[in-house]
């Protein structure tokens, strides 16, 4: 009387590679063990093989780019091989993002601007503000000037990506506005000078400081004097050019 043992099966699941936003998938799996004329036909059809990766929105922690495990499960057993499986890898690559720069035009506002871009090719209903932490520009658009060259990237660990875009954009003054209110002055035998105090300036942005500076004086009384004003602020420009009075 004597036993025969069962062979040993290896069940090996296949590597697979898809992009983020697609559903999880494999390349089925691999044999390694048949003896004689046997073949993956006599193996039980009830091969299950799941996932440690997600497309579930709800679980964001394994919703990302990188390396999982596609997992291959067997669920009876087989009178002559003993199956051991392995697990294969599945790889999550990075999305494709299009970008296009919609206005490259901005008006200062005291703080860091990006222009407009369309990005096409979000996928589980996120957005730019989804991203918006992991995507960088080369330069600190704040101050009203042209900027040249300026270069958008996205971090390499996103689950997206798109080619380094390069674009040139203008930030412009902000408009303000100036009232004057100059009280009637008494002839004093004195030349009397114009002051900043007789002008209400509109439309600065709090804590910013302007430059304001205004010119003019007179002394002879019934004379209609000139004065003006100006400010060396570049963020700003008065809205009405006519600064006289």
């Known amino acids: 009387e004597y036993i025969i043992s069962q062979a040993l099966l290896l069940v090996n699941a296949n590597d697979k590679d898809i992009i983020y936003g697609d559903m999880a998938s494999n390349n089925g ?42 997992i291959p499960n067997i669920e009876t057993e087989y009178t002559n091989y003993y199956i051991v499986s392995s697990n294969g890898k599945l790889t999550v690559e990075r999305k ?45 658009i704040k101050l009203a000037k042209t900027y040249n060259d300026v270069i958008i990237s996205i971090d ?51 804590n910013d400081e302007i430059g304001l500076s205004v010119s003019g004086s007179g002394k002879d009384a019934s004379y209609q004097h000139q004065g003006s004003a100006t400010i060396t602020n570049t963020n700003y420009v008065f809205r009405d050019t006519n600064t006289a009075v």
Request: glycine content about 4%; cysteine-free.
């Open 96 to 140: 494709d993002l299009m970008i296009s720069l919609t206005s490259n035009i901005l008006t200062y506002n005291g703080n860091v601007q990006m222009p407009q871009f369309v990005f096409d090719g979000f996928v589980y209903n996120e957005t730019i503000d989804d991203i918006i932490e992991e995507i960088s520009i080369s330069q600190e």
């Open 156 to 206: 390499e660990n996103s689950n997206y990506k798109f080619n380094e875009f390069i674009f040139d954009v203008t930030v412009n003054p902000k408009p303000i506005d100036i009232t004057w209110s100059i009280p009637t002055l008494i002839y004093n035998g004195q030349v009397q000078y114009l002051k900043t105090e007789y002008v209400a300036i509109n439309g600065v942005i709090e």
């Open 29 to 70: 799996v691999s044999y390694n063990g048949f003896v004689n004329a046997d073949d993956e036909l006599i193996v039980p059809s009830l091969l299950n093989i799941t996932y440690n990766y997600t497309y579930d929105t709800s679980v964001k922690e394994l919703r990302k780019v990188g390396e999982y495990e596609i």
